[in-house]
């Protein structure tokens, strides 16, 4: 399916799940859709499964919406005193749209409870008390934390995947990579085949020197302590230190939860020549949440200026990041969207578009994980690999036996679509949002 047929199921108002490989622009028709919406004036909330991946949406993880918090179940008595919660109350009856973006991180049981809460509150038995619900993410990316790793209970597998009846909108042109061996290596990974030839390829790489080993960042599959290597790399850099604070408007709770989950720093040190990456994305500037660079030097307002791995100057002014809500602020934090780039996480990773990364997949210990990292990169002339083991090449076979059902579902969708001529589609955007303004 191409973006813009997704972005018309859409706004037609069926419930929808959008996903496809990794790189095909998914985020990107989300937040055309969020733009659109709010443009309308219609109530939208937009909510991930992590912080990190809610930043880039300016929304908050659903847990937080919805008021599940951190439990895995909820009893019909929580459920009730949930509701006693006016400002929950209040904000989950004027919904009329819910957002969830990296949904292969949020298991069946978590699912069905945000379910059962916005029954009750809106009391309104039809699937998520009646809302437009639009789901986004790759099942083959990090599944959901489970105590028993052979046995994941991915969110396909509730019964509220069922009652949403969704449209399945699968992208499948890619728009991160163009290098045609990686996508094959990828498409591999992703399909359970990985061939002889592909793991020679990588074996290769791994063997290949590295030339541009100053602007590279390190992704390490373990939560090793990757601030520490990065200010460590800083120090070795002679020159005057600039710092930079984050600035915070709004509920010191809500503010604070954006700022455990933003992957800018509260402080900010750069020296002239250190490694940073763009944690935002600002298609008008020319960077994205990827993109790497070095601080090339600062101008009279200190800020500073970045040289990108393509060789273009940056300069980089404050960025918000904010909680919305009746497409209003009410928290919002500031800072510089860089931050040290020497190494970085797998799971940090998830979402970044980046020009050259130094992966070492040698201790890979999720299926799935050797596929976010390596799809990350745009070229494997910007790859270098530091090692890999066997489980860097697996994905779940439960997973991929769904995903070929996805595929036919969405090339379901899309026959549909043609069918309906442009005069109904146009009708049916308009009928929708005539009934929720």
Partial sequence: MLQKEALDVMKMGYNVYLTGEAGTGKTYVLNQYIKYIRNKNINIAVCASTGIAATHLDGVTVDSWSGLGIRDYITDREIRALSAKHHLRKRIAETNILVIDEISMIDAMRFDAVDRILKYIRKNDSPFGGLQVILCGDLFQLPPVSPDRGHVNYIFKSRSWQGLNLKICYLTVPKRQSDKLLIRILTEIRHGNVSPSSREVLSENIRKPHNNIHMTPKLYTHNIDVDSINLLELDKIRGEPRYYFMTSTGPEKLTEMIKKTCLAPEKLTLKKGALVMFVRNNFEKGYVNGTLG?????????EPIIKTYSGKKI??????????EKNRAIAQIRQIPLRLAWAITVHKSQGMTLDAAEIDLSKSFLEGMGYVALSRVKSLKGLKLLGINEMAYRVNQEVSKFDKKLMEFSNSTSL????????????????FIYNHT
């Fill in 315 to 324: 300069t980089v002014e404050p960025a918000d990041w904010t909680i919305g």
């Fill in 416 to 431: 549909e679509l043609r069918k309906m001529g442009w005069i109904r589609r146009w009708l049916k955007r308009r009928q």
């Fill in 294 to 302: 070095k601080v090339d030097s600062f101008n009279r307002n200190d």
